[in-house]
């Protein structure tokens, strides 16, 4: 086997903490953090005087240097495997002493630079990785591995270990690889909020739920996401080092493999458990739609909620805007917080959606002889309004107390529900509590 060094060193002093003369082909890329600002020559310094039995093949700079502490041809004592340090070329990077031991730009980029510049000397093709440890030594599946997976430790950092997909997308660019071949796009999503909002509505109202049920459900997708579809967790924008669009794009196109286990929530509901964004990654490539694609999810959201047996029963059956957010909330969207204080809030935003489109939208048929309509009028007087609205006119009262039918039903605000008298005199405000 012959091997070469990088290039872009800036800085060389080997250590003797090392085995001469590997026994394994390079084929592996394992990232490790220093736990210390280090510049390259500080490293590699280090490497060579200390009495510990450590080192690494490259040490990577705060500022960008890159030191070589042990050829390639050689294994560094680095990663608590022997196995793994025959076959990797282990890179210790300089970053914060405390989690997640995050490094600068400076040090990132040199480290995409020097990966890319191994791969390509060492005839790997493609940087794969999974996040998957029992794909060790699997390297046709993952060729990076990372020093938790071999000893109680926090290796790389949060800050590394999030960005390895990022990595590897960024390293196969440069290598001219792509993992698959684009899924076919078709762009449906309209372009603008109020557009998606209303194609939201619609698309609920379409599906047989009452508008209060619509408003609950939408409350609580704009709390998750704001309504957009191409939503990633703001907090792994900056752990993966992408933006929506380019986690969205690298998703689609194949390059970024770690949709499933990143526990990155994503999307209208903020998908981010492995088994459920496996689902509705797997129906996006089924209708050939992008990940991001409005319509693909609002459909797939459909088609999950069917599962969700308890949370479907009290959309359909709801009567106000809060029961339907809260069985939302607490059945289907489950965060960590679910306080009382995120109810009335999601509650909030889907009554703003309710006023907004409550009005346009048709009022349901008359319910099925089954159910008793009968509504108990027990006061002096009942107000008669002219439509399902808090806002409308009071035209008239009922005065006389009795059993009256009501031969149809619509949702008001709130908990009221509105029903239409047998004689057609108008609407009434109902109380179900006093319904007959």
């Keep these: 086997m012959a091997f070469t060094n990088s290039s872009l060193v800036t800085y060389k002093r080997l250590t003797s903490h090392c085995t001469k003369n590997r026994n394994h082909a390079i084929d592996t890329i394992t990232i490790h953090c220093i736990v210390g600002q280090w510049t390259a020559k500080q490293g590699c310094d280090y490497f060579a005087t ?22 390639e041809k050689d294994r560094s004592w680095c990663s608590s495997s022997s196995s793994n340090d025959h076959r990797a070329i282990t890179i210790e ?43 060790i030594g699997q390297v046709d599946k993952q060729n990076m591995t990372v020093h938790r997976w071999f000893a109680a430790k926090a290796c790389p950092g949060e800050y590394l270990y999030e960005r390895h997909s990022a990595i ?29 909002a209303k194609t939201i509505w619609d698309f609920f109202i379409g599906k047989g739920l009452n508008a209060c049920a619509v408003a609950g459900l939408m409350g609580n997708l704009y709390a998750e996401s704001a309504l957009k579809p191409t939503n990633l967790q ?35 509901a903020q998908w981010t458990y492995w088994s459920r964004k496996q689902a509705l990654l797997q129906y996006a490539q089924k209708v050939k ?12 959201l459909w088609q999950e ?49 309710y006023d907004q489109y409550a009005s346009s939208t048709a009022k349901p048929t008359t319910p099925t002889a ?17 439509q399902p609205t808090t806002s409308s006119a009071i035209t008239g009262a009922i005065k006389d107390k ?12 709130g908990a009221t529900r509105w029903g239409k008298l047998k004689s057609g005199a108008g609407w009434i405000s109902l109380d179900y509590t006093k319904r007959a």
């Design 402 to 413: 009795g059993v009256y039918t009501i031969v149809e039903e619509a949702s008001g605000a």
């Design 93 to 135: 990077v300089a970053s914060d002493t405390t989690h997640p031991y995050a490094v600068t730009a400076q040090a990132y980029a040199a480290l995409i630079d020097l990966v890319t510049d191994i791969c390509k000397r060492n005839n790997i093709k493609e940087l794969k990785w999974k996040a998957d440890k029992s794909l």
């Design 50 to 71: 200390t009495d510990r039995d450590c080192s690494s093949n490259y040490i990577v700079g705060k500022d960008g240097s890159i030191g070589l502490s042990v050829e």
């Design 289 to 300: 739609k992008s990940i991001g694609d409005l319509t693909m999810q609002l459909e797939f």
């Design 305 to 353: 909620l069917q599962s969700y047996t308890s949370v479907t029963k009290t959309l359909k059956a709801a009567t106000s805007i809060q029961v339907a957010s809260d069985a939302v909330l607490t059945g289907y969207e489950r965060p960590a917080n679910q306080s009382d204080a995120v109810k009335v809030k999601r509650a909030g935003y889907g009554k703003k959606y």
């Design 370 to 386: 089954s159910v008793p309509y009968l509504v108990k009028v027990d006061a002096s007087v009942l107000n008669i309004r002219k």
């Design 168 to 196: 590897a997308a960024e390293v196969n660019k440069r290598l001219g690889t792509v993992a698959k071949p684009p899924v076919v796009v078709t762009p449906t999503q309209p372009t603008t909020t109020v557009d998606v």
């Design 234 to 268: 703001n907090t792994y924008e900056q752990k993966l080092g992408l933006s929506d669009s380019a986690y969205t794009q690298a998703v689609d196109n194949g390059s970024y493999t770690n949709f499933v286990k990143d526990s990155a929530g994503y999307g209208l």
